[in-house]
C-alpha cells in the first residue's frame, strides 16, 4: 500500500459518492469526480483524522464537531501532502494518476456502472492552438 492508498479512501469515497446508484453524486457530477480529484482525498483523510480523534479515548467523545474551523489545517496539510507526492517524480506522479483513476473506477463499478467513460481531456495541443491563434485579427488589423 502506498501514500494515500489505504482501504478506507475506497470505502468512503464509494459510501459517500457512489452509494446511490445512477442517482450517485459521483455519477451524476461524473466530470467533477473523474478522476477523484485531490480535495476528496484530502477530506476524506482529514475525516477519518477527526473520527481517530473521538475514538482516541477509547470511548466516543461527543460534543465536538467536524468543522472547517478546526479542521482546515490538516485538510490543507493533506492537499499539500498530495501535491508534495506528485512533485516528487514522475513515477510518483503517475502512480497517483493511476490511483485516482482506480478510485473513481471502483466507485463507478460500485454504483453499478462498470464502463467507465473516457477521462475527458481539456488542455489543447500547440497545434490546435496555433490554428485557433492564426485566425485571431490583431486589434490593430481593424483599425
Same mark, same amino acid.
Given at each position: 500500500?502506498?501514500?494515500?492508498?489505504?482501504p478506507?479512501?475506497?470505502?468512503?469515497i464509494?459510501?459517500q459518492?457512489?452509494?446511490?446508484?445512477?442517482?450517485?453524486?459521483?455519477? &451524476?457530477?461524473g466530470?467533477?469526480? =473523474?478522476?477523484?480529484?485531490?480535495?476528496?482525498i484530502?477530506?476524506?483523510? /482529514? $475525516?477519518?483524522?477527526? %473520527?481517530?480523534t473521538?475514538?482516541?479515548?477509547?470511548l466516543?467523545?461527543?460534543?465536538?464537531?467536524?468543522?472547517?474551523?478546526?479542521?482546515?489545517? &490538516?485538510?490543507?496539510?493533506?492537499? =499539500?501532502?498530495?501535491?508534495?507526492?506528485r512533485?516528487?517524480?514522475?513515477? /510518483? $506522479?503517475?502512480a497517483? %494518476?493511476?490511483?485516482?483513476?482506480?478510485l473513481?473506477?471502483?466507485?463507478?463499478?460500485?454504483?453499478g456502472?462498470?464502463?467507465?467513460?473516457?477521462? &475527458?481531456?481539456?488542455?489543447?495541443? =500547440?497545434?490546435?492552438?496555433a490554428?485557433?491563434?492564426?485566425?485571431?485579427r490583431? $486589434?490593430?488589423?481593424?483599425?
Amino acid at each position: 500500500m502506498g501514500m494515500y492508498e489505504h482501504p478506507i479512501l475506497q470505502d468512503v469515497i464509494n459510501a459517500q459518492w457512489f452509494s446511490k446508484k445512477k442517482k450517485s453524486d459521483g455519477i &451524476v457530477f461524473g466530470a467533477s469526480f =473523474n478522476p477523484i480529484p485531490d480535495p476528496v482525498i484530502a477530506l476524506v483523510f /482529514t $475525516a477519518v483524522e477527526y %473520527a481517530i480523534t473521538q475514538w482516541a479515548s477509547g470511548l466516543l467523545v461527543s460534543g465536538s464537531q467536524f468543522s472547517e474551523a478546526d479542521y482546515h489545517d &490538516v485538510y490543507k496539510r493533506h492537499l =499539500n501532502g498530495l501535491e508534495q507526492w506528485r512533485n516528487f517524480s514522475t513515477r /510518483t $506522479a503517475q502512480a497517483l %494518476a493511476r490511483h485516482q483513476q482506480r478510485l473513481y473506477s471502483y466507485g463507478r463499478s460500485r454504483a453499478g456502472f462498470h464502463n467507465v467513460p473516457e477521462r &475527458v481531456n481539456s488542455r489543447f495541443d =500547440n497545434a490546435k492552438l496555433a490554428r485557433a491563434a492564426a485566425v485571431i485579427r490583431d $486589434a490593430s488589423d481593424e483599425e
